[in-house]
C-alpha cells in the first residue's frame, strides 16, 4: 500500500460552486425566454477554455441553452450537488464517477471532454528537484511525490510507471499540494518530485529541476483527464436536454480543436483566469474531444485496484452512457 502524506492541504469535501468566474461564463443570453437554463460544474482551469470558449461562440445558444458555468473543485465535489440537482451537468476527472457507481448513485458519464496526448509533448509530466538526484522513475521509490489530488489519475499513472521501470511503487510517499504551490515546496526541499501540468512543466525545468516522466504516455497513452457527467435519472427522465447539450458540448470540442478558432480560445482564458497574458498565449491545452476512450477509462480502473485506490472496479455498463 502507498504511503500518503498530508502537507498544508486538507482535502475538500464539500462542493464550491460560488457563481460565474467572469460573464464569458454566464448564461448565453438569460433574457430570451426560448433559452433553457443550465448550469455547469467546471474546474477554474486552462482547459474549461472550451466550454467557455463555446458559450461565447454561440454554441450552446444556437441549441437554446443558456449555460452558466460554475467553479467547482473537482469532479468528485461536484457530484453531490449533481445527484441534488442543484446543476445539470459536471465537468471533471473520471475518478468521481468511478467511485460514485461503486455506491451506485445513478451518475454517468455522457461523452468525454479533453485527454492527454498519445505522443509527443504531453500536459502533464512529473518533475523532480535538481537537488534529488532522480533521473528516472524507478528512482522515485522511497521519495516525497506531489500530486494535486490523492487517489486519482496522477498517483495512479505514477506508480504504474514506476513499476514499469523496476522500482516499487508502495513505497512512494504520495503529498498532496496545490499545483501552483509546487515550485516553492520543491525549491524548500519539502518534497523531492511533482506531477505537475503546463506551464509548471515548462517552468521547472527552466529553472533546471528535471524531467523524469510523463506517466499518461508511459501507462495509458491518451487518457481521458476531464470527462462530462450528468445523472442517470435525468437522462431518462430529460432525454431532450441531454441530446440538445450533447449535441453542443460535441461541437465546442471540435470548435476549440480547430486552429483557426485558437485566438479565441485563448481569450477565453484570459477572460476567466487570472493569468499572465504571455501564460495564457502559450500553455499547453489538451486534445479535446467527445468521445469516450472506454479502454483507456478500463485500465485506468484496473491500475487504481492494483495499487489499492478502488477497492473494486465500476460496471462501466452502466456507468459509460455515452451520447
Known amino acids: 500500500m502507498k504511503k500518503v502524506i498530508a502537507l498544508g492541504l486538507v482535502a475538500i469535501t464539500a462542493i464550491a460552486l460560488t457563481g460565474c468566474t467572469d460573464s464569458d461564463s454566464s448564461p448565453s443570453d438569460p433574457a430570451d425566454g426560448d433559452q433553457r437554463q443550465v448550469r455547469v460544474a467546471a474546474l477554474p482551469i486552462t482547459e474549461t477554455a472550451a466550454l467557455w470558449g463555446g458559450i461565447k461562440a454561440g454554441i450552446f445558444a444556437r441549441h437554446g441553452l443558456a449555460v452558466e458555468v460554475l467553479p467547482a473543485q473537482g469532479g468528485a465535489q461536484a457530484i453531490p450537488a449533481l445527484i441534488n440537482g442543484d446543476i445539470d451537468f459536471a ?3 473520471p475518478f ?4 460514485a457507481d461503486l455506491q451506485d448513485l445513478g451518475v454517468v458519464l455522457i461523452g468525454n471532454y479533453a485527454s492527454s496526448y498519445a505522443d509527443g509533448d504531453d500536459i502533464n509530466a512529473v ?4 537537488e534529488s538526484g532522480i533521473t528516472r522513475p524507478a528512482e522515485l521509490a522511497g521519495r516525497r511525490v506531489a500530486v494535486n489530488s490523492l487517489g486519482a489519475a496522477g498517483d495512479v499513472t505514477i506508480m504504474a510507471a514506476v ?5 516499487d511503487p508502495t513505497t512512494i510517499k504520495f503529498v498532496e499540494v496545490a499545483f501552483p504551490d509546487v515550485p516553492a515546496q520543491l525549491e524548500a526541499g519539502n518534497i523531492d518530485a511533482a506531477w505537475v501540468p503546463e506551464p509548471f512543466v515548462t517552468q521547472l525545468r527552466s529553472r533546471g529541476d528535471t524531467f523524469i516522466v510523463a506517466p499518461y504516455q508511459a501507462v495509458v497513452p491518451g487518457l481521458a483527464t476531464l470527462t462530462t457527467i450528468a445523472t442517470r435519472e ?4 430529460d432525454p431532450e436536454l441531454i441530446a440538445d447539450f450533447s449535441t453542443a458540448m460535441k461541437e465546442a470540442l ?3 480543436q480547430d486552429p483557426a478558432n485558437e485566438a479565441d480560445l485563448r481569450q477565453s482564458i484570459k477572460d476567466n483566469l487570472e493569468l ?5 498565449d502559450s500553455v499547453k491545452l489538451p486534445a479535446f474531444g467527445w ?4 479502454a483507456s477509462l478500463e485500465t485506468l480502473a484496473t491500475l487504481a485496484g492494483k495499487y489499492g485506490v478502488l477497492d473494486q472496479q465500476p460496471n462501466f455498463d452502466r456507468l459509460i452512457q455515452q451520447q
Do not use: N, Y
Not at 96 to 99: D, E, H, V, Y
Not at 163 to 167: A, L, M
Not at 291 to 294: A, H, M, S
Open 91 to 93: 465537468i471533471g476527472q
Open 96 to 99: 468521481g464517477p468511478f467511485r
Open 127 to 130: 518533475v523532480a528537484s535538481a
Open 163 to 167: 513499476e514499469k521501470d523496476g522500482g
Open 234 to 237: 435525468r437522462t431518462e427522465s
Open 254 to 256: 471540435q470548435w476549440a
Open 276 to 280: 499572465p497574458e504571455a501564460v495564457a
Open 291 to 294: 468521445d469516450l476512450d472506454r
